[in-house]
């Protein structure tokens, strides 16, 4: 029996916040985790380089893009931690799953950002010469990222 061994394409995906639909998104960007490098050497050590430990990990923050829409929930989410009607952390933070689908749209693969809420809004560009889609996005912060499957 042979392994299908093609790559997993990467425009087929949805995006739950709190486990809802909430939008369709045109494109999800920027994950990533390091772990920080502690290097660490005594000064009797015989070799003349540090040990190397590993240190905090840090996530970098993740990018959702979409067709602007008469919807205002995205920036009513960032409105309310700017003027701190916000100020509960459950009113503020949430879980976002991210799923990768194959072909027949069958989730394949997944990732939760843990405690996730808006650091950055951008409202779209303008262009009176362009036909294009106009694009609104947010960059949200989180703590933790989770690969499920």
């Not at 502690?38 to 990018?63: A, D, H």
Request: some cysteine; glycine content about 6%; charged content about 25%.
């Amino acid at each position: 029996m042979a392994i299908n061994s093609y790559p997993l394409k990467k425009y087929n995906y949805r995006v739950l916040i709190e486990n809802v639909d909430v939008a369709g998104f045109s494109e999800v960007s920027g994950f990533d985790a390091r772990i920080d490098v502690i290097e660490y050497r005594e000064g009797t050590e015989r070799i003349n380089s540090p040990r190397k430990m590993p240190g905090l990990t840090k996530y970098g923050n993740v990018t959702l893009k979409w067709g602007m829409t008469a919807s205002m929930s995205f920036y009513e989410w960032v409105q309310g931690i700017s003027t701190g009607d916000l100020l509960e952390a459950e009113d503020r933070v949430q879980d976002i799953d991210i799923y990768l689908q194959d072909d027949s749209h069958a989730d394949v693969a997944s990732w939760t950002l843990i405690n996730a809420w808006p650091c950055k809004y951008t409202a779209p560009d303008f262009n009176a010469s362009s036909s294009e889609v106009s694009f609104e996005s947010i960059e949200l912060a989180f703590e933790e990222m989770r690969r499920n499957q």
